[in-house]
C-alpha cells in the first residue's frame, strides 16, 4: 500500500465513525450531513470537542498534519512518560553488581535482562547463602528517564509497582518512592485510574476493579491537552479552514486560545499533585481541556509552618500560584484577546509544551524573567552587582543584557520530599528564604484547596478523610476534622452524610458506630436502594465492604456475607473482596462455596498469597494435610514474611507434631509482629498441646 493510500485508509477510518455520530443528529432536518455539521462548526461560542461523545483519534492521525510539531513532542518528557520495558525504553545502568538492599525488611533486589525481556529478582540471604529468591518480570517502563525510570508488571491485566526504581540524576538504583523505611509493598502496590491517567493517555480500565486494564496506550499524547480529535479530523475532510491567527478554530481546543484559568487548568490535571476529591458522580476520565477542573476534582494540599522550602516532584503548579508574579499577573490578561494569556502569567509563558525542556537552556527562562523586571524599573533586582554576576559564572549565564542567573536565585533546584535522588526546580519564585526561617518547627495547620477558592463542605469533609487515609494514617486528628462537616444527630443527618461516616468510623476502626448507623438506615434498604450504583471510583462498593467488615468484626458473618456480595456485584475484580466473602463463608461452614471464592481470585491472580493461605486452611480443616503443606509451601514462597500464613504454617506443623518446627516459626513470626494475639497465644500453649497429644497417643 502507497504513502497516499495509507493516509487515506486512516482518514476513511475516521470519517466513517464522524459520520455516524453527525448524521444521527441531523437525519430529520431536511439538510445534508455535511451541511448541518459545517453550520454546527460555523455558529459554534465554544469548543466542541469537549462533549465526551467525540471520539479519541490517536497521535498518529495527529502527526499526518501536524508533523513537525508531533516529531518534537513525542521527545518531552510527556511523550516519553510511558511504554513497554525494553532496552530502548531503559535509561537504567545494569550489572552482575548492582543490588539494592532494603533494610527494614531485609530483602535484596536485582535487576537484570533474560535477553530482551527486563526481571526484578528479589532474594533474602542468611549467613551467605539465599534461603528465598522470587523473579518478576517487568512489563512497563514508567518515566522519561529525566528523572527516573520506575517499573510496573501486569497479571492477567491488573498492574503493580515494581519495588525499585532507576534514578536517573544520580545514576542509581534505591527502592521506588514510598516504598522505604519499612512500607516496602514488595509486588502488591496497585496502580490505580489516578495515577495511569496522569502518567500517560486515558486507558481502557476495567470497571469494577482497582488496577485492571483491558488495555494501555504507550506515553502521554496530543489529544491529553487538545481534547478528543474526531470533530478535527471531520472538519479537515471536509474542507473546513479557519484562519486561527484571527479567530478559534472551536473543533479542538487550543490551550493557547483558552482564558488564563482554564489554560492552566490544562496543566494543572496532572501538575498538580495532591490530595485530589472527585465531585459526585465524577471520575478522572472526566476532565477535558476547555473545562473547569474544579468541575470535576479539587486537589487539597496540607500546609505546614516551617515548610517554604520544601516540596513535592509534581507540585508545579501548586508552587506557582504561591508566587507574587503569577498573582499580579492574573488581571493583565486580556479575556478578548486571540490569545488572552498574553500579559498574564502561566505556564507557557515560560514553557512550549512541545519542545522538551532538556534542551532549553537557562539563558531562555533568565530572558523571560527580564521582560518585566527590566533594569532600571523598580521590579528589577536589588542584589548587589557583585553577587549577581557571581551566580550568573557559576552557571555560565550569558546574554546581549545584563548577566542574570534569575531561575537560579528565584527558582532555586533542590531535592523533592517525596522521591528521593530527585532535583527540579522550585516554581515557588520568590526572595530566597533566610536561615532563620528555614529552621521554624514544622507544624501542620490545615488542608487548602489549590484549584478552587471556595470548595463546598462535603468536598472540604472529604479531603480530610482522604488525607488520612491515603497519606497521614498516623494523624488520627484528620478524622476529627473530618467529622466536622458530616453531621448525624438525626436520621435525615445519617441519610443525607452515610457513605462519609461509614469512612470516618471505618478508618477510626469504630465498628460498633457503624453498626449503629445500619441499624438506623435500615440493612434492606441499603442493599435495596442506596448501595446499587457501580462507578470507576466504586464508591458504593467499598461502602458495602466497609460495612461488611463491621458485620464481620462482629462475628455476624451471614451479616458480612450480605454487604460482602453487594460489594462484589459492584466491582468483581477487586480480589480482596472476594476474600473478605470466603472468609464468612468460612464462618458459616460453608466450604465449598468459600473455595469458589478462592479459586476466582487465583484465577486472575495466580500469586495472590491470602486465597493460597486461606485455601491451605480449607484443605487442612478437610483433612487434606498435604494439600495443605502445599498451598502454605506456595503463599510463603511468594510471601515469606506472610503473618497468616506464617501462623497458618505453624499450625500444620502442630497438626503434624513437629512442635520444634512450630516454635520455630512464631519465634520468627514474633520477632516481625511482636503484638501478633494468635501467635502469642499459640507459643505459650504450645507446651499443653504437645502434652494434651503425647497422653492421646
Not at 476493579?209 to 470533530?231: F, L
Not at 472529604?462 to 491515603?470: K, L, P, T
Not at 469512612?503 to 477510626?508: A, G, N, R, S, T
Not at 472468609?583 to 486465597?611: G, R, T
Amino acid at each position: 500500500m502507497s504513502f497516499k493510500n495509507s493516509i487515506a485508509k486512516i482518514l476513511l477510518s475516521v470519517t466513517l465513525i464522524g459520520g455516524a455520530v453527525v448524521s444521527g443528529i441531523y437525519c430529520n432536518s431536511g439538510i445534508s450531513a455535511k451541511d448541518a455539521f459545517l453550520k454546527r462548526i460555523d455558529t459554534a461560542k465554544h469548543y466542541l470537542n469537549i462533549n465526551d461523545t467525540v471520539k479519541y483519534v490517536g497521535a498518529q492521525t495527529c502527526a499526518l498534519c501536524h508533523q513537525n510539531i508531533y516529531n518534537t513532542f513525542m521527545h518531552t518528557g510527556m511523550g516519553e512518560s510511558f511504554d513497554v520495558a525494553s532496552r530502548q525504553k531503559s535509561s537504567a545502568q545494569f550489572g552482575q553488581h548492582i543490588v539494592v538492599h532494603d533494610e527494614k525488611k531485609d530483602f535484596y533486589y536485582h535487576p537484570f535482562w533474560k535477553k530482551d525481556s527486563l526481571y526484578i529478582l528479589e532474594f533474602r540471604l542468611k549467613d551467605g547463602d539465599t534461603i528465598y529468591k522470587h523473579e518478576q518480570q517487568v512489563n512497563y517502563i514508567i518515566g522519561s528517564g529525566q528523572h527516573t525510570n520506575s517499573h510496573l508488571y501486569r497479571v492477567n491485566g491488573y498492574l503493580y509497582q515494581a519495588p525499585i526504581t532507576f534514578y536517573t540524576q544520580e545514576g542509581k538504583w534505591d527502592l521506588a518512592p514510598g516504598f522505604s523505611d519499612g512500607f516496602n509493598s514488595r509486588f502488591n502496590r496497585e496502580i490505580g485510574l489516578e495515577c495511569m491517567s496522569c502518567h500517560n493517555s486515558y486507558p481502557n480500565f476495567v470497571m469494577g476493579s482497582t488496577n485492571k486494564y483491558y488495555s494501555v496506550p504507550n506515553g502521554i499524547a496530543c489529544e491529553r491537552c487538545h481534547g478528543a480529535g474526531e470533530m478535527h479530523v471531520r472538519a479537515m475532510q471536509l474542507g473546513y479552514r479557519v484562519d486561527t491567527t484571527k479567530a478559534v478554530d472551536y473543533t479542538i481546543v487550543n490551550p493557547a486560545k483558552l482564558p488564563v484559568d482554564l489554560q492552566v487548568d490544562v496543566c494543572e490535571r496532572c501538575h498538580l499533585q495532591g490530595n485530589a476529591i472527585l465531585k459526585k458522580g465524577k471520575s478522572f476520565y472526566d476532565f477535558h481541556p476547555g473545562m473547569k477542573l474544579s468541575d470535576i476534582e479539587d486537589v487539597f494540599m496540607p500546609k505546614y509552618t516551617g515548610m517554604e522550602d520544601e516540596y513535592i516532584m509534581a507540585s508545579h503548579l501548586a508552587r506557582m500560584k504561591m508566587s507574587k508574579c503569577y498573582l499580579s499577573s492574573l488581571d493583565k490578561g486580556n479575556p478578548n484577546s486571540l490569545k488572552p494569556y498574553i500579559g498574564a502569567m502561566t505556564c507557557v509563558t515560560c514553557h512550549n509544551p512541545h519542545e522538551d525542556v532538556r534542551n532549553v537552556s537557562d539563558n531562555t527562562f533568565n530572558a523571560i524573567c527580564q521582560n518585566c523586571h527590566k533594569d532600571g524599573t523598580n521590579s528589577f533586582c536589588k542584589e548587589i552587582t557583585n553577587e549577581r554576576e557571581r551566580l550568573a559564572h557559576s552557571t555560565n549565564i550569558t546574554s546581549d543584557g545584563p548577566n542574570m542567573n534569575c531561575i537560579g536565585c528565584h527558582m532555586p533546584k533542590g531535592n523533592t520530599i517525596d522521591i528521593p535522588h530527585v532535583i527540579t526546580t522550585d516554581h515557588y519564585i520568590r526572595i530566597p528564604t533566610k536561615k532563620e526561617d528555614k529552621e521554624k518547627l514544622k507544624q501542620f495547620i490545615t488542608l487548602y484547596d489549590v484549584n478552587n477558592p471556595k470548595p463546598s463542605n462535603y468536598t472540604r469533609g472529604m479531603a480530610f478523610i482522604e488525607q488520612f487515609a491515603r497519606f497521614e494514617s498516623d494523624f488520627p486528628l484528620l478524622l476529627d476534622s473530618a467529622k466536622h462537616y458530616f453531621a448525624d444527630n438525626s436520621a435525615a443527618d445519617v441519610k443525607r452524610n452515610f457513605p462519609a461516616l461509614i469512612d470516618i468510623y471505618f478508618y477510626k476502626q469504630d465498628y460498633n458506630r457503624i453498626l449503629s448507623y445500619v441499624g438506623v438506615m435500615k440493612p434492606q434498604y441499603l442493599l435495596d436502594s442506596l448501595l446499587t450504583h457501580q462507578s470507576y471510583s466504586n464508591d458504593d462498593a467499598w461502602t458495602a465492604y466497609r460495612i461488611g467488615e463491621a458485620f464481620y468484626q462482629a462475628g455476624n458473618a451471614r451479616g458480612a456475607s450480605s454487604f460482602y456480595l453487594r460489594a462484589i456485584k459492584l466491582a468483581p475484580y477487586i480480589l480482596e473482596f472476594h476474600n473478605k466473602l470466603g472468609a464468612s463463608l468460612v464462618m458459616l461452614n460453608n466450604l465449598d462455596e468459600a473455595n469458589k471464592e478462592y479459586d476466582f481470585i487465583l484465577s486472575q491472580d495466580p500469586e495472590f498469597v491470602s486465597a493460597l493461605t486461606n485455601k491451605g486452611y480449607i484443605a487442612l480443616y478437610r483433612g487434606n494435610a498435604q494439600g495443605a503443606k502445599q498451598f502454605y509451601d506456595k503463599a510463603l514462597a511468594l510471601d515469606p514474611d506472610n503473618e497468616q500464613a506464617m501462623f497458618n504454617m505453624a499450625g500444620w506443623y502442630v497438626h503434624a507434631r513437629q512442635f520444634d518446627k512450630a516454635k520455630e516459626i512464631l519465634v520468627q513470626l514474633l520477632k516481625k509482629y511482636p503484638e501478633d494475639p494468635q501467635a502469642t497465644k499459640l507459643l505459650n500453649a504450645l507446651p499443653e498441646i504437645k502434652r494434651n497429644l503425647e497422653q492421646r497417643g
